[in-house]
């Protein structure tokens, strides 16, 4: 409602100032010449961008997953088969959907608890407050090659990680090389990349108002009551931002597989767009990469619509009056 | 006036789905031809040195062809002439190995036969058998150009140490055991850097009789020969416990393997390619190296790259000169001389600079590459490479992680294998 309270009136009152409906519009589609001049102007950088690399190549790999192309020679028309091999065929591409659910469904959630954790324990008024979150945000800059050496070494079966595990008795596993535990290891890595949310969760809760924390303090809510009853609602929306953002990448996961496992042992790190990038360029099957890519993109497209059909009751917008 | 401001906006639309269309395409069409051949290979820098310092020596004989020379990492190489070869913007002379079938099958590469017809290169003279791995259905794809046999390297101060003599090619699979058992300290010290890798358990498949695919065509890897040698390959570590496991590896380092871990002077034998001794000319380690071992008969993988043309190439006779100068003598004598690789030439393989080259320690067996060279088998180099080495990875991870049983593992690549070949 606000935004038509805001331009309506003045528009009535150019017109009225005129006086006559003939030159207001003359005004008007001149202005509006110029303007349109300047959106395609200043839009058409992206628009060209879109359109060439991304909307067409879009296109043409929907007809591509129709077809068997070895990107050499003439593509071959195979109607749905690639499809059908993904889905009734091909075991490898159900072990790597499997997969790719098992890391994003875990790791996104849990990369979400740790974010709201960091940054409410950021947000108190601690010493060296800044020097943390300068730390927490540090894993975020280092390059992810340097990360996942860092991490073959930190996963190693008598690393760092595993004599900690010691220290509370606990036998840790081969972690990389072993096809159960090589998936918790992948989670553990990209919760230690948490701080990039956290950052935007602190400076979400810098922005809630304070009288919200005193008239609740007034009430005599706890500190606990204080979060849940105020500081929740009110990261919400960037709580909702994140997990969007964290399910969509999670589910594109690609790096950390390609440097660390290459998909091993036994295919049990095995992901889609690892296994895309295997059928398109080691196998020169692009047809099938194609189709791999398409059902990917189903995949995000549903959990992501999920996301947002369930949003409505969780998330919070202050300017949505309910 | 609105219509007007619509029908403005539809054709802005259109003109900058078509400078988009336009962009794309003059991507495409960007070629050489001011008679510069463009060259790309893989590697290190001392490969682009020793490539670079032969094409000086082309140009420097050949005053008007120019060769622009890249080097694209090894990770990123198929990937980066696959594209460019998509593009219509292939390289004129390209480096290939293995995977070379995967363009000469979808007939990416232009057949050299007329080419080396015409201009009398003989390649039995010049190759020996190795002229003829690059051919396919009946026709040469490249030309050879580094070649040389997987040897052993073994560390002669920790022979000296167990008592054990030298490894030679006389040695059967049932002595080296022996001698790795003898070399082996638990937990510090190891026989045998392992055989993991398709080179060295599959020699071992050939040494046993055994064939990966068959001469048919069919794949073979489900004979009681190649079972035998994967069986025996992953019992040395885990069973006799003489070659470190995965997890051992691991906890020595990442990307810890047997080159580094016997540069190391963690393992007495180690079996790999010529590009080792780099680095163990700059180690503390006391080192020698020895042709392969045997079993009911000889065999060793070799390791090696030729010179392809692509079908993009605008000039293939001037390319094809430009090869046969490279692998000829001179040309292949820098190989040599920056300890880069062997060459494939045979005249320089068995000329007094390769045999006793300036950077060799005193006494270095350089003759083992020769002697290897006499049992080399033929690896299957067929156009679906890439996916018969991923049948393998795809089953056998956990076994050479953690050991098991090779018959199971193996009917599970054969099955694969089948439905890759069809």
């Known amino acids: 409602m606000s935004n038509l309270v805001d331009e309506a009136p003045g528009a009535e009152r150019v017109a009225l100032r005129a006086g006559g409906r003939r030159t207001v519009r003359h005004r008007m589609s001149r202005r509006g010449k110029k303007e349109a001049f300047y959106f395609w102007l200043f839009i058409s950088p992206w628009l060209i961008g879109f359109v060439g690399f991304l909307l067409g190549p879009m296109i043409a790999s929907v007809y591509i997953s129709l077809t068997e192309w070895d990107s050499f020679t003439p593509p071959e028309w195979v109607g749905l088969a690639n499809y059908r091999k993904a889905l009734t065929q091909d075991p490898v591409f159900w072990k790597a959907l499997g997969n790719t659910f098992y890391y994003a469904l875990i790791s996104v959630p849990l990369g979400l608890v740790i974010g709201v954790w960091l940054a409410n324990l950021l947000n108190k008024r601690v010493r060296g407050r800044k020097l943390f979150r300068t730390f927490i945000y540090l894993p975020t800059l280092v390059p992810l090659v340097a990360t996942a050496m860092v991490f073959k070494m930190v996963l190693a079966p008598s690393g760092p990680l595993n004599d900690l595990l010691g220290w509370f008795g606990i036998d840790g596993p081969a972690w990389l090389l072993d096809a159960t535990w090589v998936k918790p290891a992948l989670i553990v890595l990209s919760a230690w990349g948490a701080g990039a949310a956290t950052v935007l969760l602190l400076s979400a809760m810098n922005g809630i108002p304070k009288e919200l924390y005193e008239a609740a303090e ?91 059909r369930t949003a409505r009751k969780w998330v919070f917008y202050e300017t949505e009056v309910r | ?112 036969d007329e080419f080396i017809d015409s201009s009398g290169l003989d390649m039995e003279q010049r190759f020996g058998p190795v002229g003829e791995l690059y051919t396919y259905e009946g026709e040469t794809y490249a030309i050879p150009d580094r070649s040389g046999a997987m040897i052993v390297y073994y560390n002669k101060d920790l022979f000296d140490a167990a008592g054990v003599e030298y490894p030679t090619a006389e040695w059967t699979q049932e002595d080296a055991q022996a001698a790795m058992e003898e070399l082996t300290i638990p937990g510090e010290q190891w026989g045998y850097g392992g055989a993991g890798w398709w080179a060295q358990w599959w020699s071992f498949a050939y040494q046993n009789g055994g064939q990966i695919i068959d001469d ?31 997890e051992e590896y691991a906890d020595m380092g990442p990307d810890m393997g047997g080159d580094p871990a016997f540069a190391a002077g963690r393992l007495g034998m180690n079996t790999t390619g010529f590009w080792a001794i780099g680095s163990l000319i700059e180690s503390d380690v006391n080192w020698d190296i020895a042709p392969m071992w045997q079993g009911e008969e000889q065999a060793v993988s070799a390791f090696g790259s030729g010179l392809a043309i692509s079908r993009d190439s605008e000039n293939p006779e001037e390319a094809f000169a430009a090869i046969e100068f490279l692998t000829d003598a001179e040309a292949q004598q820098i190989i040599i001389e920056n300890a880069q690789d062997v060459p494939a030439n045979l005249e320089v393989q068995q000329s007094e600079a390769f045999l006793s080259p300036e950077w060799a320690p005193e006494g270095l067996n ?14 299957p180099l067929i156009p679906e490479w890439n996916e018969m080495q991923a049948a393998f990875d795809d089953n056998l991870g956990t076994f050479w992680n953690e050991g098991g049983d090779a018959r199971t593992e193996l009917d599970k690549v054969q099955a694969q294998l089948e439905s890759i070949l069809q």
């Not at chain 2, 069919?218 to 570590?237: F, H, I």
């Not at chain 2, 350089?366 to 690896?379: K, L, V, Y």
């Open chain 1, 218 to 308: 007034i009430d005599g809510a706890s500190a606990w009551r204080q979060f849940w009853s105020v500081t929740f609602p009110q990261i919400t929306p960037v709580i909702f931002f994140n997990l969007i953002m964290g399910l969509i990448g999670s589910f594109q996961i690609f790096s950390q597989v390609y440097i660390l496992t290459s998909g091993g042992p036994d295919n049990a790190s095995q992901m889609m767009v690892p296994l895309l990038f295997r059928e398109a360029f080691s196998f020169y099957h692009f047809g099938y990469a194609s189709a791999i890519a398409w059902l990917l993109f189903v995949v995000i497209m549903v959990f992501t619509l999920i996301a947002f």
């Open chain 2, 1 to 112: 006036m609105v219509d007007k401001s619509r029908w403005r906006g539809r054709a802005g639309l259109a003109v900058t789905a078509m400078l988009g269309v336009a962009a794309l395409t003059a991507c495409g069409s960007g070629g050489s031809d001011d008679g510069t051949l463009k060259m790309v290979v893989w590697g290190s820098d001392v490969d682009k040195a020793t490539y670079q310092a032969r094409i000086d020596l082309f140009e420097a004989q050949n005053p008007d062809v120019k060769i622009n020379l890249q080097l694209i990492p090894g990770d990123q190489y198929e990937q980066k002439v696959q594209t460019m070869i998509a593009g219509g913007d292939g390289p004129d002379i390209m480096q290939v190995a293995e995977g070379v079938n995967s363009y000469s099958s979808k007939s990416q590469l232009v057949p050299l």
């Open chain 2, 216 to 246: 048919g065509g069919r794949a073979a890897v489900d004979s009681p020969e190649v079972v035998e040698a994967l069986q025996w390959a992953n019992d040395l570590a885990h069973v006799h416990g003489v070659v470190p496991t995965a």
């Open chain 2, 366 to 379: 350089m003759a083992a590459f020769g002697e290897s060279s006499a049992f080399i088998f033929q690896a």
